[in-house]
């Protein structure tokens, strides 16, 4: 299982990024599937997540209104569209999947060395003036 999040940059407040998702190794319409961010000295916290049970999608109070987690099961690939982006939104993204959403949503589960479940490289987004 792999997954590479990628799309990030340095863009100013309001403005947007699409960060994308790619996985290999896997079926994505088998996971659950989460955007999570983590900034310096702060903990990783979730930013939405996709069922795949059911397509619901579910967005941190911080986000909604501003981000959307689509999916695009051509090419196994899983998108963040981030808008009217502040400088709060400044941290590294990372997309992960667990076979058990409470493991990554709303709060990624903590274990030794990491976090439960698949985890790809983050990408960082630096929202500045």
């Known amino acids: 299982v792999q997954l590479q999040a990628s799309g990030g940059g340095v863009v100013q407040p309001g403005g947007s990024l699409r960060l994308s998702c790619d996985g290999s190794g896997f079926t994505m319409d088998y996971y659950p599937i989460g955007w999570f961010r983590q900034a310096p000295g702060k903990e990783r916290e979730g930013v939405s997540c996709?069922?795949?049970?059911?397509?619901?999608?579910y967005y941190a109070d911080s986000v909604k209104g501003r981000f959307t987690i689509s999916r695009d099961k051509t090419k196994s690939t899983v998108y963040l569209q981030m808008n009217s982006l502040k400088p709060e939104d400044s941290a590294i993204y990372y997309c992960?999947?667990?076979?058990?959403?409470?493991?990554?949503?709303?709060?990624?589960?903590?274990?030794?060395?990491?976090?439960?479940?698949?985890w790809g490289r983050g990408t960082l987004v630096t929202v500045s003036s």
């Open positions: 992960a999947i667990d076979p058990d959403i409470s493991m990554i949503w709303p709060t990624p589960t903590k274990h030794i060395g990491g976090f439960v479940g698949y």
């Open positions: 996709l069922n795949n049970k059911d397509g619901s999608t």
